[in-house]
């Protein structure tokens, strides 16, 4: 079991920059490729970054050169780093977990609101 724990939504302008926490706890190393989705009001859940143990990482074309997740393996922990942000980023923002040999997330936080105004 993992346990997950956003923190550090909120709400910007347009162009500004928020970065988002996730605290992970339990067995985060037998399920530790993580990753960050988002949900808007009425859409589907979007992934938006990925990153491994080892720091590989992947992206939606929608956040390519404006969103950068990392993390802490010592403190368990994962970010994502968002700048440039714009209105159509505004959504639910949920980390996940899953065993990097398995292609489906089944740990996921409760999520934190990120709201973006023109």
């Known amino acids: 079991q993992v346990q997950l724990v956003e923190s550090w939504g909120g709400s910007v302008q347009a162009g500004g920059s928020l970065r988002l926490s996730c605290a992970a706890s339990?067995?985060?190393?037998?399920?530790?490729?993580m990753g960050w989705f988002r949900q808007a009001p009425g859409k589907g859940r979007e992934g938006v970054a990925h990153?491994?143990?080892?720091?590989?990482?992947s992206y939606a074309d929608s956040v390519k050169g404006r969103f950068t997740p990392s993390r802490d393996n010592a403190k368990n922990t994962l970010y994502l780093q968002m700048n440039s942000l714009k209105p159509e980023d505004t959504a639910r923002y949920y980390c996940a977990a899953r065993n990097c040999y398995i292609s489906d997330y089944n740990y996921w936080g409760q999520g934190t609101q990120v709201t973006v105004s023109s």
């Open positions: 990153i491994t143990r080892s720091g590989i990482t």
């Open positions: 339990g067995d985060t190393a037998s399920n530790s490729c």
